[in-house]
């Protein structure tokens, strides 16, 4: 009853427009005040950062913030998959008749997940996923999973649910209903791989290096999917963009490609780097 009142609830928000808000918010500098604040609530390390605590210029240069290098090793595997982001293993699996799983018993579809028909989605039918959700304690920086070249990206706008715990519960299809900006990232080793980042409430905004319009939470948004001009090389480890806030990343593979390495389980902390799947190869 009380997930049912609160789902109702938000339901109500004006999410977006909150959103946007706090995002202006977090990116003015008077935000800078409650840095230590954050950083006290949710016990961040500082000592990974890549600046001093003082030396960010608001809350969002600071959630955004860089990481020294050596606190964040890439596998040195050739074969390995690697952790896009710091986060919590939510779900991992193989893709069964299309479906993915969110929680027990609660399931979302890949062509719904990547907005496109079941027709173009078939080459991940069978193949790998996995869901990392990122905390607000968490570094907030995307990275590429394999080395490849970024040939395409697509904008799905949609609602901004929380994706916390009770918002995998209460919302059936959440990163489905939620905007999404998908990187696709073109492999020798493995196809094609799809990073899809989704948006939640009070995430200002998910950003990419490779584009400077590509974007989420934008007012009266379509959907929008675009080919590069020019083909984007990426290495294994190398930042693909960021949040703005907390929120959630999905690893989609083709079939065939990949196996998990043993050591996955649901809730299983990981880090950027970190070995998670190997190339079956």
Known sequence: ???????????????????????????HSISKAFIPIFAKQYKISLAEAEKGMHDYESLTDFFTRRLKSEFRPISAD???????????????????????????????????????????????????YITIYLSPKDYHRVHSPIKGYITKYSYIPGTLFPVNAFGVRAVKGLFAKNERLISYIDTEQMGVVAVVKVGATMVGSVRVGYHPKATTNMKAG??????????????????????????????????GQID????????????????????KG
């Open 1 to 27: 009853m009380k997930d049912w009142f609160l789902f109702q609830l938000m339901k109500c928000m004006p999410t977006h427009s909150l959103s946007r808000l706090v995002g202006r918010l977090a990116r």
């Open 78 to 128: 050739p074969d390995a998959v690697v952790s896009p982001a710091d986060g919590k293993i939510a779900a991992f699996g193989t893709i069964s008749d299309g479906l993915l799983v969110q929680a027990k018993g609660v399931y979302f579809s890949v062509w719904d997940l990547l907005g496109i028909s079941k027709d173009e989605a078939a080459s991940f039918n069978g193949g790998k």
């Open 222 to 255: 379509v959907v929008h999917h675009e080919a590069l001009l020019a083909a984007k090389p990426i290495n294994r480890g190398e930042e693909i963009g960021y949040f703005e806030f907390g929120s959630t990343v999905i690893l989609v593979f083709e079939q």
């Open 260 to 279: 998990w390495t043993r050591e996955l389980t649901p809730g299983k902390a990981v880090k950027m780097g970190e070995k998670i799947a190997i190339w």
